[in-house]
C-alpha cells in the first residue's frame, strides 16, 4: 500500500509497527535489548555488521559495550522510541535522503532475521510494512512525547478503564514509567544509562529543558482520560490509533 505521503529531510515521522497477528514480538529481556541494539547500529549508512546481531548472550560486546562502538553520520534523528511487547513506537527526522526507508530497512530485516533464528520460526514477524504518520506542527510532536512514553503505561493499568475513567493511580504510573528500561524517557527526565545514545536529536530537549518540564508535559496528558481513544486536535488519526 502506498503512503499518504513521502519522507522529506527535516521532517519528523511516527514510525510504528506490530507483530503479524498481533503476536509477541518481544519475548524476553534479551529480544528487548537486540531491538535496541539495533535502533543504534542501523542508524548510519554503513552496512549491519551481522556477528553483533546473532552472537550469544554473553559472547561479543556486552549489551552496554555495544553503545561504545563509533558509528559514522546518523541517517535520521531518532527523537523518542518506546518498545512494547508486541509492537514499537519510534519519532524520527529524516536527515539524510532515504534515510528513514534506509533505517527501517535494516531494523526490521536485521531484528526479523535474529527473531526468527533465536524461536525456530520462518515468515513475517511484522505485520506488514511499517506505519508512518508526518508529525507536521509542534502541537502534534508534544503530543506524540507524552503519547509514546506513555504507552507503557497500559502494562499495569487496564486500558479499557483508562479511556473512561482515566488513570487510576498516578504514583504508580510515574514510578512505572521511571523504572521502565525500554524507551527513552531516561533521556529527559535525568536518568543516566548507556543506550541515551539511541536518541540522536536535541528537540525535546528545547521544549522541555529540564525533567521538572517534561514530567508537566506528560502528567498532563496522564490526565486526560481519553489521551488514547479521541487523540486531539491535529493529533492520530483514528486508522493510526488503530494500530497502536
Known amino acids: 500500500m502506498q503512503r499518504p505521503h513521502t519522507f ?22 534479551n529480544d528487548y535489548h537486540r531491538f535496541m541494539i539495533l535502533l543504534y547500529l542501523c542508524n548510519t549508512n554503513e552496512p549491519l555488521d551481522m ?21 559514522k ?4 534523528a531518532i527523537n523518542a522510541w518506546t518498545l512494547m511487547p508486541n509492537h514499537f513506537h519510534l519519532l524520527v527526522k529524516e536527515i539524510t535522503e532515504g534515510g528513514i526507508t534506509t533505517f527501517m530497512r535494516k531494523v526490521n530485516t536485521g531484528y526479523s532475521m535474529y527473531f526468527n533464528k533465536k524461536y525456530n520460526r520462518t515468515g513475517n514477524l511484522f505485520e506488514g510494512k511499517f506505519k508512518s504518520k508526518h508529525a507536521d506542527n509542534d502541537n502534534y510532536l508534544k503530543y506524540l512525547f507524552s503519547y509514546i512514553h506513555l504507552n507503557a503505561v ?17 504514583k504508580n504510573a510515574k514510578d512505572f514509567l521511571i523504572k521502565y528500561e525500554y524507551s527513552s524517557l531516561a533521556n529527559y527526565i535525568g536518568i543516566e544509562r548507556k543506550y ?23 502528567l498532563e496528558w496522564l490526565s486526560y482520560k481519553n489521551l488514547v481513544e479521541d487523540g486531539v486536535k491535529d493529533g492520530p488519526s483514528q486508522k493510526e490509533q488503530n494500530e497502536k
Do not use: C, M
Open 196 to 218: 541515551n545514545k539511541i536518541v540522536t536529536e536535541d528537540l525535546f530537549y528545547e521544549y522541555f529543558p529540564d525533567e521538572k518540564a517534561a514530567w508537566v508535559e506528560i
Open 51 to 71: 556477528q553483533k546481531i546473532f552472537v550469544k548472550p554473553g559472547e561479543g560486546p556486552s549489551f552496554t559495550e555495544i553503545f561504545e562502538i563509533k558509528r
Open 73 to 76: 553520520d546518523p541517517i535520521v
Open 154 to 170: 497500559k502494562l499495569i493499568d487496564d486500558e479499557s478503564r483508562w479511556k473512561e475513567v482515566g488513570i487510576s493511580n498516578f
Open 8 to 29: 522529506s529531510i527535516n521532517e519528523h515521522y511516527h514510525l510504528y509497527n506490530r507483530g503479524t497477528d498481533k503476536r509477541p514480538i518481544f519475548l524476553d529481556r
